[in-house]
Every structure is written in C-alpha cells, then in structure tokens.
C-alpha cells in the first residue's frame, strides 16, 4: 500500500488531498450548472433555482461533515459573465472551496483574472490544463502573474489510449505546468468510457508510483455516458453502477468529479465505506488515519481496535 516515493499533499483552502493510499480519502468534486442541471432555468439570462442551488451545497457540507469525505462544487459556464453570476452566488452563501469547469482557453483564463481581481486565489481550483489547449505555455506564464494556486492537469494521448498514453501526456506537460510555481498540481487522468476507466486507473497508480503527485478522474463520465445509452430495462441499474465505479475508483484516486449534485447523497456514503477499507488496509503498514477520517467517522469501535492492536 505504501509507495517508495514521498507523496505530495495539496492544500485547497482547508482541505486536503493526496499523500500515501489511506492517508487522507479522497476529495469529492460535485459539477454544478453543466449542461441539463436542472438548477438552470435560463442559460443566456444567468437565472436558476438559487434555492435548489443553495440546498445542494448545503447537503455537500452535511455529508462532507458527517463522512469525513472533502467535497467541493466545480462551476461551469460558458461565458465569464455567466461565471461571474455564479460565482458571486457561491460565495455569498458558502466559504467552501470551489472549482471553474470552462472547456475553452480563452473564456477559462477571463476567469482567472476575474478570480485574481477579487483575491480569492487561493480557495479556487483552476480546471483545467489540457494537451488541447492552444497556447499552453502562456496559458501558464498567466496563471502564474495572475496568482493561481492550484491547478488540475489533464492528461491524455489520443495516438495511445492505454495508461502508458497518459504517462506520455504527462511527461511533455509537466516540465510546462511546473513553470507556474504552483502550490498544487492535481492530474486527471481522462475517463473516456466506463471499462477504460481501468487505464485511467492504471495510470493514476503509476504517476502515483513515479511523480508523487494527487491524482484522479471523473468516474461519472463512465457511468453517465453508460445511462444515455442504456435500454429502458437496464437504466434503472444505473444509481449501483454509479455508486460501484465511484467506489472502484476511489480505491486508486485522491480526487474524483462525481457529476450532478443530484448524486450527492449515493456518492459521498459510498466513497466513504472504500475509503475506510483502503484505511484499514493502509494502517497495516503503519499509515495512520486522522480523527475526521471516514472510518474513524463511521466506524468509530474498529478504528479504536485498530489503533490498540497497533500500540500493544
């Protein structure tokens, strides 16, 4: 369970991720105002359900609380006025963290500035750095005089899909990204379909084994993308399948995107009762577990045991 080479820990306003398998669960990334969510009533006004909106980050904090598991909402839009809507709303009824999802380079680095301009830097997640993007060094020469703390790699190799492809991807952006000085480097390993997951996997293991660095995916793209095309008969498997390949993953990931928050309340039981598994797992080669984590949370008698078992 213990990897030979040190393992970075990321620090994103008060929440941790990364470090050895165990040692801290993973962080739960919840995608709010994408394309369908039924928060949104107009796109092109920037109106939606402010109630509805509020009651989800509500439920985020609960559970984060009662599971032990970190949680925070990504923001997506397509406009940096849009964004701009979403974020003041955000911040004005949470003091959670919280992602940007913008898909075009230009619009994402707009954000940035307007996130630098308020000076909350160091609460937001930039996502993300991708081998699409146009202009990628100055992407990141921006970042950096704008302040940007933490950023998410994306990395993909669309000529070698499998693990090693991703490892590749990896090796030509890093020496790029470390250019920004930033405080955190998550990489995304790239679900494109649910059984790839497994290179996605497979990958976060390796650059686990040979960078050190947080790692993760979005499971959710799997499953989701699974659902649009399930018969009418299978789709109604689709909350176990969710909740298996978010509990799958989170056994090899320091973060997870989860999609809708209307998958909250599956998600954040489930990767708790893995994360406890990988933390009993881990604590036999003497990687301890903090007092907030899921199995000191959930199961309070056995992580005791644990740690008596340990000291005789």
């Given amino acids: 369970m213990r990897f030979k080479r040190e393992q970075k820990v990321c620090q994103i306003g008060n929440l941790r991720l990364g470090g050895q398998p165990g040692e801290n669960p993973p962080l739960l990334i919840a995608s ?4 369908g969510d039924m928060i949104i009533e107009s796109r ?3 109106l939606f359900n402010r109630q509805l909106a509020t009651e989800r980050i509500r439920e985020i904090e609960h559970l984060s609380q009662e599971t032990g598991i970190p949680g925070i909402v990504a923001l997506v839009a397509n406009s940096i006025d849009e964004m701009k809507t979403y974020i003041d709303f955000f911040i004005s009824v949470t003091d959670m963290p919280f992602a940007i999802d913008v898909w075009v380079q230009k619009t994402r680095l707009a954000i940035a500035r307007h996130i630098a301009q308020m000076g909350i830097q160091q609460k937001v997640l930039y996502n993300s750095i991708t081998p699409w993007d146009e202009d990628i060094k100055g992407q990141i020469l921006e970042l950096k005089e704008l302040g940007i703390k933490h950023v998410v790699v994306q990395v993909f190799d669309p000529s070698d899909k499998s693990a090693e492809g991703r490892i590749k991807s990896l090796r030509n952006l890093l020496p790029l990204v470390e250019e920004g000085g930033f405080e955190s480097i998550i990489i995304d390993t790239a679900v494109m379909n649910l059984p790839a997951s497994a290179f996605s996997l497979k990958a976060n293991y390796l650059i686990k084994r ?7 995916g979005a499971p959710s793209n799997g499953s989701y993308m699974w659902r649009k095309k399930a018969t009418e008969e299978t789709r109604k498997w689709f909350p176990a399948v969710d909740a298996a390949t978010h509990a799958i993953a989170a056994l090899a990931s320091d973060f997870l995107f989860y999609g809708p928050t209307s998958g909250t309340s599956r998600i954040f039981p489930t990767v708790a009762v893995a994360s406890s598994m990988l933390a ?5 080669e003497d990687i301890s577990f903090r007092d907030n984590h899921p199995i000191s949370l959930l199961f309070p008698d056995e992580a005791l045991q644990f740690k008596k078992e340990k000291e005789a």
């Fill in 210 to 216: 040979d960078f050190g660095l947080p790692v993760g």
């Fill in 32 to 35: 709010m105002f994408q394309k």
């Fill in 280 to 284: 009993a797992a881990a604590y036999e």
């Fill in 44 to 46: 092109s006004k920037h």
